[in-house]
């Protein structure tokens, strides 16, 4: 019997993607509902399980969690990367890593929530309507804003073509920008610091690396306009979290949507949760019922067929 730890199941929704029922008698399944405390707690709690099922980038799968699960065989994380797993000590213990495949639209669907809710002051009339106010602030209209990009893949590509719609004039930078990309959907290349200085809105589309982490910084702030606003739907470590909190605090820029943090979950007396010019969500970009359809299915399809010998989807 093959046992199997289906970690950060916040919402504990496996089971509606799957029929546990029909495993019963291959797989024996362990749900984790709750991240761990740290890593001893980890291996305490896993170390007898033989394949694990994970979120990616919730729970680190180290060098030393896989030292210390003597039994594990199988890795199959959600998405087609995860920097979060020890890739070359899985490889070194012949342990088979899968992924999966992801839908982007949720990512720049949620992009444009923030921008909107942002522009609405969606949250503070939202939460005044439930006490019985009326109209208590005035919006901004997105037409004839400028729409800065960092980043022009699948995600900003997105959300820039959905910009135009709006009416926006949308500008892009980044260190290896497609300019052929840009000029057939009609988007302005520009370097960074321009797009900092002229852009009303500034959404982030980059994958997380060392030559993007920390790429927003006290010095950025001071360069965009004290109206503009930032928007991170891509990954936490991006934006030097210490300086936008200051950033908030002193008005430099308008506000912030963010769906992505350093810690996540993010804890609860954390700063930014206390800040009216931020406006949070908990990490929804990916989390759709589409998307965890293709994850669970697809882990399960993976495990099958590496048990057999025909692996899949393999990142190692």
């Known amino acids: 019997m093959i046992k199997i730890a289906v970690l950060d199941d916040y919402q504990n929704i496996f089971g509606e993607f799957i029929d546990i029922e029909s495993y019963k ?53 959600s998405g087609k990367r995860n920097k979060s797993i020890d890739l070359e000590e899985a490889k070194k213990r012949k342990i088979i890593v899968c992924g999966t495949d992801i839908n982007s ?42 729409l800065g990009l960092i980043g022009l893949g699948k995600i900003g590509t997105q959300v820039a073509k959905i910009g135009k719609a709006f009416g926006m004039q949308v500008v892009a930078w980044s260190e290896n920008l497609n ?11 520009m370097s960074k610091d321009e ?31 004290k109206t503009s606003f930032l928007i991170n739907t891509s990954r936490g470590p991006i934006v030097n979290e210490k300086d936008l909190i ?42 759709t019922e589409e998307n965890y359809s293709i994850f669970f299915n697809q882990m399960m ?3 099958d067929l590496s048990i057999k010998g025909e692996p899949k989807r393999l990142l190692n």
Do not use: C
């Open 179 to 189: 300019l052929s990309e840009a000029n057939k959907i009609g988007v302005l290349p």
């Open 25 to 77: 008698d291959r797989y024996e399944f362990t749900i984790f509902n709750q991240p761990f405390a740290n890593e001893a707690e980890a291996l305490i709690s896993l170390e007898k399980f033989d394949a694990l099922f994970i979120m990616r980038e919730r729970t680190r799968i180290t060098k030393s969690l896989i030292e210390g699960m003597k039994n594990l065989k199988y890795i199959m994380t």
């Open 246 to 287: 200051k950033a908030l605090e002193d008005d430099d820029i308008a506000g912030a949507g963010l769906d992505v943090y350093d810690i996540e979950p993010l804890p609860q007396d954390h700063r930014l949760r206390f800040l009216p010019n931020a406006l949070l969500m908990p990490h929804l970009g990916f989390v």
């Open 105 to 146: 639209n949720p990512t720049a669907e949620i992009t444009w929530a923030l921008i909107l809710g942002l522009m609405r002051n969606m949250k503070q009339e939202i939460d005044n309507m439930f006490q019985g106010y009326w109209q208590s602030s005035i919006g901004l209209e997105l037409k004839g804003k400028i």
């Open 301 to 303: 399809e993976n495990l």
């Open 195 to 225: 797009l900092l200085r002229q852009s009303d809105i500034i959404s982030i589309h980059v994958v997380l690396g060392e030559r993007y982490k920390n790429l927003f910084t006290e010095k950025e702030f001071k360069i965009m306009k």
